[in-house]
């Protein structure tokens, strides 16, 4: 915790002086105008429309020791949702005129301009997943059944909500008709395909870290129920990627310089042709280890996760904004790479986001394993144990 | 699937760690990590203290939408400008705010054939516009690009616009100056999520630089490249500063927002032609207005071999290349 604190103060530090010095002390130009804050961006909106991949066993196949994880699926995208807003928000020439976006005093541009449909879906969702692990935990807290329509209705909005938040954000770019690279109808749905990897990928991590540090034990079935998720959503994300490449290379076409530029480099300029082969590899990697026994072992599990969840932020990150800016719409190629300051401000938003989902399981984890409770000296009334007795 | 799961209860131990009581020690060490962590935090603000005075204003905070805005407060708003540009550079201009004229509609033709690659034109917006500069060749922001191209190529990505021969013309080749088309179905009003940038009624797209939150939403959606941002406060010497400025083209911008070509508006909205049109000495630029049938623009757009960039990606611009013959 005083690592991740001392990070996100190392954040701060530098964001306080690009917020003096203007969006110069970042690697961005004219040309490259978006990078690694936006690609950060688009990535965790992915991870935190994953944690829909645990509430649909829970809630709809009606496995029942699912329930004993979906509030950390639940947590996990509240801190990773906040994550993306500061993402967003650091990312901004003029944070502070952000009311700009909010009538009646600002103008917001609904429905023509995508991010404003993303500014909705994404607090909406922040919204949907602070009501429902609020009013669980509360209940939880206070030792009574949840009422069901209190949240069962916005338990499954969430499904779907979790999916128009990762095809909105997908929409930006999709919507841009003079980016090629951009603009086809692979992109929403390789973004969906790699979000059910990379957010099942942080959450079975996640979850072994929990049992190991806090007082709750999280079985083997719901890792390995991710873990077949994964194996399916990494089938068709790779799969879509034979897609693209295919449609990208097999005729030479003035379109296909951008992904040009990303795997094989343009015109002299290789800056990304590294990392998207790095990424190619943790990804045939992962593919590998997922559909072999060898991920049935945690150890192999393990590896597979984190080689997936990298591999697909490089692809989502420098694979995915970056080319989309080059070749520019008049075909100059300028290479971008973040500037220390940019990084810094990235690693004290992630050291941010990992501090938040701490603080939220030092109370969601006693308060789940009755613990905490409105009334210490009462034994406990409700049982976790299989969970058949406590619905979620 | 239906095994037994280990019960997550409560036990005595986990009761004891929760509720455990606030003793002298723990209360010392929480007030000890907590003043460090504002120590910290404090430490980490440290450069907002550089933040110019009046950079942040209540009065900024709370400006209305240049559309929204009531004549008195036009006139209030662009005093408070001029004053700020005398204290920041050094030279008080005069800032207007020129209407659309009636029964005008802009659009602009290059001719082909003419250009020759000169750079003038690239050269004397940035002397119009006031564009942030390094130094009197960094034409970085200026609002025009001019493409080399060898005869026969259209595919741009063959294009370069930092060539440097001894002469131009060079043999073999052609040049095309780029700048914002205002475009009819243009992408980047359409993606600003604030409507911060609009197409005005005489067909200019001009942006509020006091509304924008400097997103860059509308740079990834300009298929022509036109849009400049300004990563830093913009560097002007106070001798390069055009003191003729508008309230939606030329003044000085601040930092952190969007700004492109707007055919020079506080120009043309009083009869004049836009800068880089004057400085061309081939005559390769015309400009006019296409409601007027006599007008030069229409003239070319009836009878001259017109085309236009981009024409796939459906924006329908104001700006058209065209040959003589």
Redesign the interface.
């Known amino acids: 915790m005083t690592l991740l604190?001392?990070l996100v103060?190392?954040g701060?530090?530098a964001y306080?002086?690009q917020?003096?010095?203007?969006?110069?002390t970042?690697g961005?130009?004219?040309?490259v105008?978006?990078g690694a804050y936006i690609a950060n961006f688009t990535f965790l909106v992915g991870v935190a429309a994953a944690a829909v991949m645990l509430v649909i066993p829970a809630y709809i196949y009606k496995?029942e020791?699912m329930h004993?994880v979906v509030m950390f699926g639940e947590l996990m995208a509240i801190a990773v949702i906040l994550m993306c807003l500061l993402f967003?928000t650091v990312?901004?020439?003029?944070?502070?005129?952000?009311?700009?976006?909010i009538p009646p005093?600002?103008?917001?541009?609904w429905p023509?301009?995508?991010?404003?449909w993303d500014?909705i879906v994404l607090n909406g969702y922040l919204l949907l997943n602070l009501h429902i692990s609020g009013y669980l935990l509360y209940c939880r807290y206070r030792q009574r059944q949840p009422t069901k329509r209190f949240y069962i209705p916005f338990v499954f909005i969430s499904i779907a909500w979790a999916v128009s938040i990762h095809t909105v954000t997908a929409f930006?770019?999709v919507?841009?008709?003079?980016?090629s690279y951009w603009h086809h109808p692979l992109v929403p749905s390789r973004f969906l395909a790699s979000a059910f990897v990379a957010g099942p990928a942080l959450m079975i991590l996640t979850f072994q870290v929990i049992r190991r540090l806090t007082?709750?034990?999280i079985?083997d079935?719901p890792i390995f129920t991710l873990r077949m998720i994964m194996t399916v959503a990494m089938i068709i994300n790779m799969f879509l990627l034979g897609c693209e490449i295919f449609t990208e290379f097999y005729a030479p076409t003035?379109h296909a310089?951008a992904a040009r530029y990303l795997y094989f480099g343009l015109h002299g300029h290789h800056g990304l042709v590294p990392w998207i082969w790095t990424a190619m590899a943790l990804d045939f990697l992962g593919l590998a280890l997922l559909i072999t026994p060898l991920s049935r072992r945690i150890a192999g599990l393990n590896v597979a996760c984190a080689a997936c969840f990298v591999g697909i932020w490089i692809e989502k990150g420098m694979g995915l904004i970056v080319p989309?800016?080059v070749?520019?719409?008049?075909?100059?190629v300028v290479e971008y790479l973040p500037s220390l300051n940019e990084t810094l401000v990235c690693l004290g938003i992630w050291a941010f986001g990992a501090l938040v989902y701490s603080w939220m399981l030092h109370v969601a984890v006693?308060i789940?394993?009755?613990?905490?409770?409105a009334d210490?000296e009462k034994p406990?009334a409700l049982?976790?144990?299989?969970?058949a007795a406590q619905p979620h | 699937m239906s095994a037994p799961i280990q019960a997550n209860d409560a036990t005595p131990k986990t009761l004891t760690e929760v509720y455990r009581p606030v003793t002298r020690r723990t209360f010392l060490k929480g007030t000890a990590a907590a003043m460090a962590g504002m120590a910290g935090l404090v430490a980490a603000l440290k450069p907002l203290l550089a933040l110019a005075r009046g950079e942040l204003t209540l009065d900024t905070l709370l400006q209305k939408h240049y559309r929204e805005l009531t004549p008195p407060e036009l006139e209030r708003i662009l005093k408070s400008l001029e004053a700020k540009c005398k204290k920041e550079y050094g030279v008080r201009p005069t800032i207007r705010a020129p209407q659309p004229l009636e029964g005008v509609q802009f659009a602009y033709a290059l001719n082909l054939g003419r250009c020759v690659g000169c750079r003038k034109c690239a050269h004397a917006c940035l002397k119009e516009n006031n564009q942030s500069r390094d130094s009197a060749d960094d034409i970085e922001m200026s609002y025009i690009r001019v493409l080399e191209l060898e005869k026969g190529e259209i595919n741009l990505e063959t294009s370069t616009p930092y060539y440097n021969p001894e002469q131009v013309p060079q043999p073999g080749k052609y040049y095309m100056p780029v700048q914002c088309h205002q475009c009819r179905e243009s992408p980047c009003t359409k993606v600003c999520p604030v409507q911060a940038t609009w197409q005005e009624l005489d067909g200019v797209i001009t942006v509020d630089y006091n509304w924008c939150i400097g997103c860059r939403y509308c740079m990834a959606a300009c298929p022509y490249d036109a849009r400049r941002f300004n990563y830093h406060k913009p560097k002007l010497t106070p001798e390069a500063i055009n003191r003729n400025q508008s309230y939606l083209s030329n003044r000085i911008r601040p930092k952190g927002v969007v700004e492109k070509c707007t055919f020079c508006l506080h120009r043309t909205r009083e009869g004049k032609y836009p800068a880089c049109l004057e400085v061309c000495p081939t005559g390769a630029r015309v400009f006019g207005n296409l409601l007027d049938p006599d007008s030069e623009i229409n003239y070319i757009l009836k009878n001259k071999r017109v085309y236009i960039l981009k024409e796939d990606v459906g924006t329908h611009p104001r700006f058209y290349y065209f040959f003589e013959k």
Do not use: C
């Open positions: 604190s001392l103060l190392v701060v530090n306080a002086r917020f003096v010095y203007g969006l110069e970042t961005l130009t004219n040309q105008s978006w496995k020791f004993e967003v990312d901004l020439g003029h944070p502070e005129r952000f009311h700009h976006m005093f600002g103008i917001f541009n023509g301009s995508i991010l404003s500014v930006l770019y919507g841009l008709a003079g980016r007082r709750y034990w079985g079935e003035v310089a989309g800016f070749p520019t719409p008049l075909g100059q006693p789940m394993n009755g613990s905490l409770r210490p406990a049982h976790v144990a299989g969970s």
